[in-house]
C-alpha cells in the first residue's frame, strides 16, 4: 500500500470549472509538496505546506493534518493548467518524500 | 539566475553500459536530490547530498548505482551496467539550505532509455 493516495487518477474538466485533487496520506508528516509535471516532462514545485492554506494565483492548496488529507483547487481552469499533479509527503521522521502517483488533468477548451 | 540543469536530457545505452547523469544545482545551493520516474509510476526518492556528503541514499539500489555531490562541479548520478529495467526518466532537485521543509527546485530530467 502506498504511503501517499491521490484521487482522482485522471479528471476531465470543461475551461472554467472548479477543479479539486484529493491527496490522503497514512504516516504523520511535517510538510505536503505539490508539483506540476508538464506534459513534456518538467516537474514545478507548487506549493509547500505544514498547515493551513495556501494561494497562488488560481490555485489554492489546503492540509488537514489531523484528517491526514491534502486537497489543490484550481478556480477557472485553463486548458493550460492540463498537467500531472503530484503530492509528496514528508514524514515526521525520515529524509525522504513519499509521493502520489499523481492526478492526470486534462482541460478541454 | 538559471534553474537547475540537468544533462543530458536523453540518454541511450546497450545493456551493460554506464550511464552517468549530470545535475548543476541552482546558484547557491548547496543541497541535490535524486528522483527516478518509471513509466507509468510516480517518483521515487533516491539520494539526497550536500555537498562532499551523502545525507540519506536509502532510496538508492545497494548495486550498480553511486551519487556525489563534489565541492566543485555538478551533482553525478551514475549507474554501472545498466539493465532494461533502469529506463527511467531521472529528476534532480536542489534546494538552499538543509531541510526537506525548505521547496525544492526541479531540473527538466534526463531520460534513459536502456536498449
Known amino acids: 500500500k502506498n504511503e501517499v493516495e491521490q484521487s482522482p487518477q485522471n479528471l476531465t474538466a470543461q475551461e472554467g470549472e472548479f477543479i479539486t485533487i484529493n491527496c490522503s496520506y497514512s504516516?504523520?508528516?511535517?510538510?505536503l509538496h505539490w508539483l506540476q509535471q508538464h506534459p513534456g516532462g518538467g516537474i514545478v514545485s507548487l506549493f509547500m505546506l505544514s498547515s493551513g492554506k495556501k494561494k497562488h494565483g488560481r490555485l489554492i492548496a489546503t492540509i488537514n493534518i489531523q484528517e491526514k488529507h491534502s486537497s489543490l483547487h484550481i478556480t477557472a481552469s485553463h486548458p493550460r493548467d492540463s498537467a500531472v499533479y503530484i503530492c509528496?509527503?514528508?514524514?515526521?521522521?525520515?529524509?525522504?518524500?513519499?509521493f502520489g502517483t499523481g492526478t492526470s488533468l486534462t482541460v478541454i477548451p | 539566475n538559471a534553474g537547475v540543469m540537468q544533462n543530458p536530457r536523453h540518454l541511450v545505452r546497450r545493456r551493460g553500459q554506464e550511464a552517468r547523469l549530470r545535475c548543476s544545482p541552482m546558484?547557491?545551493?548547496?543541497?541535490v536530490y535524486w528522483y527516478r520516474q518509471l513509466p507509468e509510476e510516480g517518483l521515487k526518492f533516491m539520494v539526497y547530498l550536500q555537498k562532499e556528503n551523502i545525507i540519506d541514499e536509502s532510496g538508492m539500489p545497494k548495486e550498480r548505482f553511486s551519487a556525489e555531490f563534489p565541492k566543485e562541479g555538478p551533482s553525478i548520478l551514475r549507474i554501472q551496467q545498466v539493465v532494461r529495467g533502469d529506463s527511467a526518466a531521472y529528476f534532480c532537485a536542489s534546494s538552499p539550505r538543509l531541510g526537506l521543509q525548505e521547496t525544492q527546485y526541479f531540473g527538466p530530467g534526463t531520460r534513459l532509455l536502456v536498449l
Open positions: 546558484k547557491g545551493h548547496s543541497h
Open positions: 504516516v504523520g508528516i511535517s510538510a
Open positions: 509528496a509527503a514528508l514524514p515526521n521522521t525520515g529524509n525522504q518524500f513519499y
